[in-house]
């Protein structure tokens, strides 16, 4: 009996393998633009047809491991505090038995002040952080971009190879909610997913003067 519990036992983990194997796997966060998590967040994966759906635990996180590799797959974000639903398109999956990262950020700016999206880079390996895609009508323009490491301040010792952070500078020229879709990649590969994605969804609003 005890043998046949254990070769059960082997049999489904076996498959579980085998299955996890022939797909890929997608890791969402959730958090506002101070990384504070947002929790009970709905998120639904679409792709080829199929949709999945979830909410994001106390860290702002959930995972869904069944995602139809190299494919292209959507994201729908719908918060409980009344904010606009999130709708992001045109995102890869990656290759069988790999994971991919999305990051999503809601963050609230002033027209005319500026926004900085801050994100761990290592532009010695090929990768950097490239904009895919941004909404139609956006209130926010790309301006500037800019690579900090612990080496370029002051009375640190230079190190080849070293990672950072890159810095990109959006202004607010307009009112409303901008989404910017940002990708993590070698600008030389094609036809393949990035390593992951990060997702900024922003609202500009009137700047009140002080009384």
Known sequence: MLKAILAAV??????ASASSAQTASVSVTVTDSSYNAIADVSVAVMSQGHSWKCKTDRTGKFSLLSLPPNENFSLSVNREDGTDPLEI?????????????VSIEYGIIH??????????????TGYSWEILAD????????EERTFETEETRPGSKLRAGAGGT???IFKAIGLGRSNVL???RRSWEKGISPVRYYICTVMSRIKHKQK
Not at 10 to 15: D, E, N, R, T
Not at 89 to 101: C, V
Not at 135 to 142: D, E, Q, R
């Open 89 to 101: 398109k045109g995102l890869m999956a990656p290759a069988a038995g790999h994971n991919i990262p």
């Open 10 to 15: 082997f049999f489904l983990g076996a498959a």
């Open 182 to 184: 940002l990708g993590y």
């Open 166 to 168: 890159e810095k990109l």
């Open 135 to 142: 909404s139609a009508y956006s209130p926010l323009k790309y």
């Open 111 to 124: 027209k005319g002040d500026r926004y900085a999206v801050k994100l761990p880079s290592n532009p010695s």
